[in-house]
Protein backbone atom coordinates (compact mmCIF):
# COMPACT_ATOMS: atom_id res chain seq x y z
CA UNK A 1 0.00 0.00 0.00
CA UNK A 2 2.74 2.21 1.21
CA UNK A 3 4.97 3.46 -1.61
CA UNK A 4 7.95 4.90 -0.05
CA UNK A 5 9.63 1.99 2.33
CA UNK A 6 12.62 2.27 4.13
CA UNK A 7 15.52 -0.32 4.60
CA UNK A 8 15.23 -2.11 7.74
CA UNK A 9 18.87 -2.55 8.71
CA UNK A 10 19.78 1.03 8.60
CA UNK A 11 16.34 1.73 10.23
CA UNK A 12 17.80 -0.31 13.33
CA UNK A 13 21.32 0.77 13.28
CA UNK A 14 19.81 4.34 13.56
CA UNK A 15 17.40 3.67 16.28
CA UNK A 16 20.09 1.62 18.30
CA UNK A 17 22.02 4.42 18.39
CA UNK A 18 19.65 6.37 20.48
CA UNK A 19 18.43 3.36 22.43
CA UNK A 20 20.70 4.05 25.86
CA UNK A 21 20.39 1.22 28.49
CA UNK A 22 16.54 0.56 26.87
CA UNK A 23 15.46 -3.28 27.66
CA UNK A 24 14.98 -4.41 24.06
CA UNK A 25 11.84 -7.51 23.10
CA UNK A 26 12.04 -8.47 20.07
CA UNK A 27 9.06 -9.86 18.37
CA UNK A 28 9.63 -13.39 16.48
CA UNK A 29 10.62 -13.45 12.54
CA UNK A 30 13.29 -10.77 11.06
CA UNK A 31 12.65 -8.50 13.77
CA UNK A 32 14.65 -11.23 16.13
CA UNK A 33 17.87 -11.29 13.56
CA UNK A 34 17.48 -7.32 12.86
CA UNK A 35 18.05 -6.93 16.51
CA UNK A 36 20.86 -9.62 17.00
CA UNK A 37 22.37 -7.66 13.84
CA UNK A 38 22.07 -4.29 15.13
CA UNK A 39 22.77 -4.38 18.84
CA UNK A 40 22.96 -8.21 20.28
CA UNK A 41 23.70 -7.63 23.79
CA UNK A 42 22.20 -9.45 26.87
CA UNK A 43 19.53 -7.12 27.33
CA UNK A 44 17.67 -8.29 24.52
CA UNK A 45 14.94 -10.79 24.55
CA UNK A 46 14.47 -12.60 21.66
CA UNK A 47 11.25 -14.28 20.60
CA UNK A 48 11.26 -17.48 18.64
CA UNK A 49 8.03 -18.58 17.96
CA UNK A 50 5.57 -17.26 20.61
CA UNK A 51 3.74 -14.88 18.10
CA UNK A 52 1.50 -11.94 19.27
CA UNK A 53 2.94 -11.87 23.08
CA UNK A 54 5.75 -9.15 21.94
CA UNK A 55 3.76 -6.67 22.71
CA UNK A 56 2.11 -7.68 26.14
CA UNK A 57 6.01 -8.82 27.28
CA UNK A 58 7.16 -5.56 26.85
CA UNK A 59 4.35 -4.27 28.81
CA UNK A 60 4.72 -6.16 31.21
CA UNK A 61 8.67 -5.79 31.30
CA UNK A 62 7.69 -1.70 31.80
CA UNK A 63 5.66 -1.96 34.64
CA UNK A 64 8.18 -4.40 36.36
CA UNK A 65 10.94 -1.87 35.09
CA UNK A 66 9.54 1.46 35.61
CA UNK A 67 12.64 3.16 35.56
CA UNK A 68 14.11 0.83 32.38
CA UNK A 69 12.50 2.40 29.12
CA UNK A 70 11.90 -0.53 27.32
CA UNK A 71 11.68 -0.82 23.07
CA UNK A 72 9.35 -3.72 21.76
CA UNK A 73 10.32 -4.15 18.32
CA UNK A 74 7.94 -6.33 16.16
CA UNK A 75 6.97 -7.03 13.06
CA UNK A 76 3.49 -6.15 11.61
CA UNK A 77 2.10 -10.29 11.36
CA UNK A 78 3.08 -10.03 14.92
CA UNK A 79 1.35 -7.03 16.29
CA UNK A 80 -1.56 -7.82 14.02
CA UNK A 81 -1.51 -11.21 15.91
CA UNK A 82 -1.37 -9.26 19.45
CA UNK A 83 -3.35 -6.23 18.40
CA UNK A 84 -5.73 -6.33 21.41
CA UNK A 85 -2.22 -5.55 23.57
CA UNK A 86 -2.50 -2.07 22.28
CA UNK A 87 -6.02 -1.75 24.38
CA UNK A 88 -4.10 -3.07 27.35
CA UNK A 89 -1.20 -0.76 26.92
CA UNK A 90 -3.12 2.48 26.53
CA UNK A 91 -5.00 1.82 29.96
CA UNK A 92 -1.91 0.90 31.91
CA UNK A 93 -0.23 4.03 29.99
CA UNK A 94 3.65 2.99 31.21
CA UNK A 95 5.66 6.07 30.39
CA UNK A 96 8.63 3.83 29.76
CA UNK A 97 7.24 1.47 27.00
CA UNK A 98 8.20 1.96 23.37
CA UNK A 99 6.48 -0.19 20.21
CA UNK A 100 8.19 -0.20 16.71
CA UNK A 101 6.64 -2.36 14.00
CA UNK A 102 9.00 -2.96 11.62
CA UNK A 103 6.08 -2.75 9.31
CA UNK A 104 7.71 -4.83 5.85
CA UNK A 105 3.30 -5.67 4.70
CA UNK A 106 4.34 -9.33 4.56
CA UNK A 107 4.69 -12.53 7.00
CA UNK A 108 8.48 -12.32 6.20
CA UNK A 109 9.92 -15.45 7.93
CA UNK A 110 7.46 -17.71 6.32
CA UNK A 111 7.60 -16.47 2.61
CA UNK A 112 6.98 -13.47 2.60
CA UNK A 113 2.74 -13.48 2.24
CA UNK A 114 1.27 -10.78 2.32
CA UNK A 115 -0.25 -9.06 5.79
CA UNK A 116 -3.63 -6.65 6.19
CA UNK A 117 -1.17 -3.98 6.43
CA UNK A 118 -0.55 -4.34 2.21
CA UNK A 119 -4.01 -3.77 2.09
CA UNK A 120 -4.83 -0.68 3.92
CA UNK A 121 -4.80 -1.89 7.50
CA UNK A 122 -3.37 0.79 9.61
CA UNK A 123 -1.21 0.01 13.12
CA UNK A 124 -0.77 3.24 13.95
CA UNK A 125 -4.12 4.71 13.44
CA UNK A 126 -6.01 1.08 15.59
CA UNK A 127 -3.00 1.97 18.04
CA UNK A 128 -4.09 5.85 18.17
CA UNK A 129 -8.04 4.36 18.44
CA UNK A 130 -6.83 2.17 21.36
CA UNK A 131 -5.49 5.47 23.33
CA UNK A 132 -2.10 5.56 22.80
CA UNK A 133 -1.15 9.20 23.23
CA UNK A 134 2.00 9.08 21.04
CA UNK A 135 1.56 7.21 17.39
CA UNK A 136 3.45 7.32 14.17
CA UNK A 137 3.78 5.75 10.41
CA UNK A 138 7.53 5.99 9.29
CA UNK A 139 7.88 6.23 5.52
CA UNK A 140 11.16 8.22 5.04
CA UNK A 141 13.98 9.62 6.32
CA UNK A 142 12.37 11.93 7.53
CA UNK A 143 9.88 10.89 9.24
CA UNK A 144 12.77 8.54 11.41
CA UNK A 145 14.22 11.65 12.37
CA UNK A 146 10.89 12.69 13.96
CA UNK A 147 10.45 9.39 15.18
CA UNK A 148 13.82 9.74 17.06
CA UNK A 149 13.42 13.06 18.30
CA UNK A 150 9.26 11.82 19.53
CA UNK A 151 11.40 9.45 21.86
CA UNK A 152 13.22 11.99 23.68
CA UNK A 153 10.24 14.77 23.86
CA UNK A 154 6.94 13.12 23.57
CA UNK A 155 4.55 11.44 25.99
CA UNK A 156 4.87 7.47 26.33
CA UNK A 157 3.67 4.98 25.39
CA UNK A 158 4.66 5.24 21.67
CA UNK A 159 3.60 3.28 18.60
CA UNK A 160 5.56 3.92 15.64
CA UNK A 161 4.90 1.56 12.58
CA UNK A 162 8.39 2.08 10.22
CA UNK A 163 7.20 1.03 6.17
CA UNK A 164 10.46 -0.98 5.39
CA UNK A 165 11.28 -2.93 2.36
CA UNK A 166 10.44 -6.23 2.03
CA UNK A 167 13.45 -7.63 1.89
CA UNK A 168 15.23 -10.73 3.60
CA UNK A 169 17.33 -9.26 6.52
CA UNK A 170 20.61 -10.31 7.07
CA UNK A 171 20.49 -14.03 8.94
CA UNK A 172 22.01 -13.24 12.28
CA UNK A 173 20.56 -15.85 14.49
CA UNK A 174 21.18 -15.79 18.23
CA UNK A 175 20.45 -18.60 20.73
CA UNK A 176 17.45 -20.65 19.95
CA UNK A 177 17.91 -22.15 23.84
CA UNK A 178 14.73 -20.29 25.96
CA UNK A 179 15.75 -21.25 29.15
CA UNK A 180 18.92 -19.52 27.90
CA UNK A 181 17.71 -16.57 26.60
CA UNK A 182 15.46 -15.85 29.87
CA UNK A 183 18.13 -16.39 31.94
CA UNK A 184 20.61 -14.10 30.07
CA UNK A 185 17.68 -11.69 30.08
CA UNK A 186 16.86 -12.07 34.10
CA UNK A 187 20.51 -11.39 34.77
CA UNK A 188 21.21 -8.37 33.33
CA UNK A 189 18.24 -6.75 34.87
CA UNK A 190 17.73 -8.10 37.87
CA UNK A 191 21.85 -9.44 38.99
CA UNK A 192 23.41 -12.90 39.41
CA UNK A 193 20.12 -14.09 42.20
CA UNK A 194 17.88 -13.84 39.15
CA UNK A 195 19.86 -17.43 38.55
CA UNK A 196 18.38 -19.01 40.88
CA UNK A 197 14.93 -18.94 39.89
CA UNK A 198 16.24 -20.81 36.56
CA UNK A 199 13.79 -23.44 35.74
C1 LIG B 1 0.69 -18.71 16.38
C2 LIG B 1 1.70 -18.72 15.26
N1 LIG B 1 1.27 -18.67 13.98
C3 LIG B 1 2.17 -18.66 12.98
C4 LIG B 1 3.51 -18.76 13.24
C5 LIG B 1 4.51 -18.85 12.11
N2 LIG B 1 5.22 -17.62 11.90
C6 LIG B 1 6.48 -17.45 12.39
S1 LIG B 1 7.15 -15.97 11.96
C7 LIG B 1 5.78 -15.54 11.11
C8 LIG B 1 5.71 -14.24 10.36
C9 LIG B 1 6.02 -13.03 11.18
O1 LIG B 1 5.73 -11.90 10.40
P1 LIG B 1 6.07 -10.47 10.91
O2 LIG B 1 5.73 -10.30 12.34
O3 LIG B 1 5.44 -9.49 9.97
O4 LIG B 1 7.66 -10.44 10.83
P2 LIG B 1 8.61 -10.29 9.53
O5 LIG B 1 9.38 -11.59 9.45
O6 LIG B 1 7.77 -10.01 8.34
O7 LIG B 1 9.51 -9.13 9.86
C10 LIG B 1 4.80 -16.54 11.16
C11 LIG B 1 3.49 -16.50 10.48
C12 LIG B 1 3.91 -18.83 14.60
N3 LIG B 1 5.19 -18.88 14.93
N4 LIG B 1 2.97 -18.79 15.58
MG1 LIG C 1 6.26 -8.47 8.46
Redesign the pocket.
Known sequence: MSTTKLNRSDVLNKLMEVRGNALAIA?????VWDLAASDHQPENFYNW?G??CAISMGLGCALAQPKRNVWVI?????AL?GVGSFATVANQRPDNLVIII?D?E?????GMQK?HTSGGTDLAAMAAGAGIPTTMTVHNDEDLKNLINALKTSPLPLVASIKVENTKPKLVLPSRDGVYIKTRFRQAVLGSTAALHVT
Open positions: GLGSPGMGTGDGEMLNHYGETT
